[in-house]
DNA sequence: GGATACTTGCAATCGGATTGCAATTCCCTA
DNA sequence: TAGGGAATTGCAATCCGATTGCAAGTATCC
């Protein structure tokens, strides 16, 4: 299902410094938002991270915040697939040449796959580089579980 | 760029009669709106279409619940590209069992193109379909007009 | 440890989208 | 082709996620 989680599994002074190297403050409210957005195995949304957080006490608009400055920073990468809510998603650390994988993500149920050997055919690039270079493939339809 | 334009270019009668054998009624509201997206070579967004119909006196609300009517009844696609904003587009009643073509979205400009012959590699299908049905594609990047 | 600039919480605000309701319009039928 | 009933519209109010201003709180650097 995806390959890309635990592969980013730090402790928590990693993760501190992690922002601090970011040029950010490490407070508990960000580093509670990266920690929980590199364990996910996939991008959680606004909403998703927001609840969490405010299980600690962290104020909604904080929340939002700090995706924000993470996301400004380079630490996490904000996508919409489709639809109309933000998601996020931590940059792997180690692979900072990494392209953006592709996703798929399931017009019923809302869930969210990272998939990782999915090209284009090469025609298909070549058509497409005409219009312009491409930076990310979406992928959407309905997903096994939802297929009844 | 676009192949699909001018191919559904309707008479007023035709897109009335359209519209009425969707189950809907032909408003006037409802016929500029499909006009306007049958003319369009590619997705409009909900205030873009908003807008052209105010200047004929619709009220927002009632483009938007136009647009929203005109989508369950089959006539339009509702998409969104991944800058928070719906796009619609008039889906062709000549090829009804075309599938959903792939649209190139710039990220820096907001243009969208339509794409007629792109598609994934045999093995980038075979991952894809073993985590559900893929309806859609969507690619993201700089168009060319982006690129300096 | 203390000063300073960055962050946070809270409440207010913003803007796109949606909804309730009365007035209007379309369409079917007689 | 005129009339009735249901669908549709306009307007204003509302909803809801996201954002912002500001004073209080806190992480960081010395």
Redesign the interface.
């Known amino acids: ?1 995806n390959d890309r989680a635990n592969t980013m599994l730090s402790t928590f002074p990693e993760i501190q410094q992690a922002i601090r190297d970011a040029g950010l403050r490490a407070t508990p409210a960000r580093t509670a938002a990266l920690r929980i957005l590199r364990e996910s195995s996939s991008p959680l949304t606004h909403a998703d991270v927001a609840q969490s957080l405010s299980k600690m006490g962290v104020d909604k608009a904080t929340a939002f915040r700090n995706l924000n400055d993470l996301t400004d920073a380079g630490l996490l990468r904000r ?6 809510v ?1 998601r996020f998603e931590a940059i792997d650390p180690d692979s900072q040449d990494e392209t953006n994988h592709p996703h ?1 993500l ?2 019923d149920c809302g869930s969210v ?1 990272c ?1 990782a ?5 090469a ?2 690039r070549r ?2 580089d ?15 579980q ?2 009844e």
Do not use: A, P, Y
Not at 117 to 121: K, N, R
């Open positions: 299902m996508t919409e697939l489709g639809d109309h933000w798929f399931c017009v796959t998939l050997d999915v090209q284009l055919t025609n298909s058509k497409s005409s219009v312009g270079e491409v930076t990310e493939i979406l992928l959407r339809g309905h997903c096994n939802c297929r």
